[in-house]
């Protein structure tokens, strides 16, 4: 066995026991906490540690003698997996410092205590499977964790609610994914995933198991239309839990399709339409998702329908790669896995790092609604700062990491022009177009978020109150926002770490083309095409900065302060300002098709009908896809057991009828 497996087990082994030891913590909360936060960070660190060894070549495989009588557990470490449990290692470590300070005043720790180490390890072992039972085993672990997690505040109606739905399409997607390891099964004769890998597979077969795979894990990745349980499961869980679910869970969803489409069934039998599919939904879901997200004013919703943007620019990514590899341009379908792989650690930090700013703000007194927020910079100005980092990450803006991966995914993109075929040359374009489109949405919507939450004044006393969080949680949100900006700075060190999975999936290597670069320039594929540097880039945003500076305040002269403008009102006041509503107005009218929103509008007047006392003014705006697919299939699915019911009330010459009707179908069919 190797090191860094043996690490990566270590982790395992250090999550599990936390999760064990927690119901003997029970009534010593302070102790629990420590123990908590002390086993989660260690197998964080451990999963760090253990995922840059196996993605730098020190992987190995090894068989547990425990599982089947038949088939032992087997787990492997290689360089996708690697790179996913160092994905778990980098917010899981952060997130188990900051649960320190956030959960100092939690009064049913025990179950926290139990089931968060339990979700780390079912995450853990899912990226360390090599063979479906033990796949679906840890795959399940998971998703049962997350769901008592989500369910922690269980006497809210809304959360068990949003419990149940996420529960339910949890389980829609593990048939699925098992339907697609059955298909794989049939051809191989065995769980092994070497073996499903070495199997032969018609173009049907293959397709199918595709389809149950890209349904499968698009579920419990939240891709659109399947992502109705997502915007009600992640806020209502504890905001230390959301960072996890939202950065790291919906990652290894994409670790579960990565494995099954790209390494056991194979880019060789990749189809065109395949590509395009990915491709179309990483669209819908990129677009959808911000579009929802701008709408909101529960600031945890929002933050979560962001996750299915993201996800959407990841799928992006892998859509252009399949296409490019069916094409025979394996270098550039290693550009288009690294753009999807290098997006999927950037979205893990900023995204766990707002979920933690959340609760910053959460755990302050200031709640989820942003309509009652305002001035927070003023009262907690290191959470402010870290999540204006988050905020520039999130909205592709140089230097920080969220532009690096978009930015090598419109390089991809760009490469359309080698692909043969009129719906792939317009459909890669539209993708593009939409990729861009999200961009700038995105940060539409984070101007709105970090100004209408820490700019302008405290719109209710709560607000006004709130206090910086303590050292813990400060900690835990710096390490991410230290991250974003190196992973930043230096892309041309980065990528070439990632590109050893397409070494190992695609048998292609992106470095060796573009000559490994050097550290101040990041060459997608050759320096003749294109190269960014952002270092440069954060030098000339210094210099020009400096210049402004300069030019508005000449050495020697005094910053020129005088009374706000209010047109004339000479009280200014919180109400006058902005609102999370109001600023998304102009938006939801330019995308008013798409949104359809509900607007009402009520005024309160004394006497007379011309005097106005007060105006209330309520628009709504739901999900569409809630709205028509899901409330027709649910109220689809009561009629149908209404009419189960009537039948099965009927009497006993019904039963009788039945019974001789089965029969004669029976003989019609088999004699």
Known sequence: MSMALAVALAAGAVALAGGLAAPLLARAPRRGRAVLTATTALAALL?????????????????????????????RLDALGGFFLLVIGALGLPVALYGHGYLRHESQLAALAFFLPLFLFGMIGVVLADDAFTFMLFWELMSLASYFLVVHEHRQPENRKAGFVYLLMAHLAGLLIMGAFAVLYAAAGSFRFHAMHDAALSPLWASLAFLLAALGFGTKAGVVPMHGWLPDAHPVAPSNVSALMSGVMLKVAIFGFIRLVWDLIGPDAFQWWWGTLVLAAGSGSAVGGVLMALQQHDLKRLLAYHSIENVGIILIGLGLGMLLSQAGHTTLAALGLIAALYHTINHALFKGLLFMGAGAVLHAGGGRDMEAMGGLIHRMPWT?????????????????????????????????????????????????????????LAAACFV?????????????????????????????????????LLLGLLPALVVPLIDRVPQALLDASLTAVSGGGHWLWLVPVARAQVSYSAPIALLGMVVLGGLVFWRLHPAGSAVRRAPLWSCGNPHVHARMQYSATSFSQPLRRI???????????????ARHELLTTRVRYVVHVGDRAVQQLYRPLADGVLWLAARVRHEHQRGLHAYLAYTFATVLFLLAVFV
């Open 448 to 484: 709105k978020v970090f100004g209408v939450v820490f700019l302008g004044h405290a719109r209710s006393p709560e607000v006004a109150q709130a206090r910086e969080v303590d050292g813990w949680m400060r900690l835990g949100m710096a390490l991410p926002a230290l991250s974003c």
């Open 591 to 605: 995308f008013a098709g798409f949104y359809r929103p509900q607007e009402h509008e009520h005024a309160e007047r």
């Open 384 to 440: 402010a700062l870290f999540f204006l980092v988050a905020c520039i990450s999130i909205s592709a803006l140089p230097p920080f990491n969220g532009f690096v991966s978009e930015w090598l995914t419109f390089q991809t993109a760009l490469m359309a022009p080698q692909l043969h075929g009129a719906l792939l040359t317009a459909m890669v374009p539209f993708s593009a177009s939409m990729l861009a489109l999200a961009g700038a």
């Open 47 to 75: 999963a760090l540690v253990g995922g840059a060894g196996g993605l730098l070549g020190g992987g190995g495989a090894v068989e547990l003698p425990i599982g089947l009588p038949w088939m032992p557990m087997g787990l």
